[in-house]
């Protein structure tokens, strides 16, 4: 009997930098709110997180960045001796309690996982999770914590296990890249835009792993301004290619939803018809791959009120493979729509026509077909050997 669990507590909220920030985990309650007024998420399939412990944190951290985060939550690390920790900065800011609420995710996250491995459940969820832009000894890209990496190195400490970690956020997903990039027991996937003008830059197809971890570590930077078609030929074509390459013991997805036409911090045109479609093809690999076991966290997204809740709602909808359409809940609709800056959706598709077509289009789908073709090379060419 299939079970997945919906890893939630209001502790993950405390997450939160400042007023003015883009990341704003309202967006978890948001979608939790939706998917609880959709009857699509039961009392008996939430489960409560906990907090991540300093040894579990150190798997992927060092220890004295862990003390600098702790000292800049108490208000005791400032300035320039913070910034060294990429805390203080514009995009990760620090406040209080910073510890505790990074620490939250990130055993959210490991709950999760335990669940999965230890046949509790079949999928595991934690929406607030997907912080993959921080660093062994360093805050980036406003993650403090990189939840996704340290339940890598969990899943593979105390289960042995191999692991695909397939990221859909439209940032490359540095952090857990570098952490194991020279590592032939994880192996990740990244489709993101271009670094080119996005941060942080990196995410090159020529980015393959080194050392034993050569040919462990896929990139597929997209054209700005790609859209569903594209995006979804080259996420559908790698996640096959590359799980059957890899045949992990469990996949670990980051479902940031910043693709999205309307996300504010980038430039792709990205629809729901893409979130729709990302989660069941992760379902679909972890199924036929790795025996249903499958860890989804949430990741960027940045317009909170049009994408995010719809989105993420998707990943649980294709967990208890459900399938709604047509009209959100009017409850949902009414009861958000007051603290809404913006006219909330509703529909669960976006309406047809969302915005106005490229003439580039051919060209941006040409270039990123040969990007795949790069990507995937060299399993193509190991094929064609045996
Ligand atoms: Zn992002």
Redesign the pocket.
Known sequence: MKKPVFVYSDDLLRYKFNEGHPFNQLRVKLTYDLLRMSDALNESQIVQPRMATDEELALIHDTAYIEAVKKAGDGTLKGAAAENYGLGTEDTPIFSGMHEASAWIVGATLTAAEMVMEGKATYGFNASGGL?HGFRGKAS?FCVYNDSAVAIAYLKKKYGARVLYIDT???HGDGVQWSFYEDPDVCTLSI?ETGRYLFPGTGNVTEKGQSDGYGYSFNLPVDAFTEDESWLELYETAVHEVASFFKPDVILSQN?A?AHYYDP??HLSVTMKSYHAIPRIAKEAADRFCGGKWIATG???YDIWRVVPRAWSEIWLAMNDMDLEGSLPMEWIEKWQKAAPVTLPLTWEDPPGLYKPIPRKPEIMEKNSLTLSKALHHIRDSRKKT
């Open positions: 993959h890209g956020d439209a940032h993101h940031g910043d911090l980038t990741g960027g997204g």
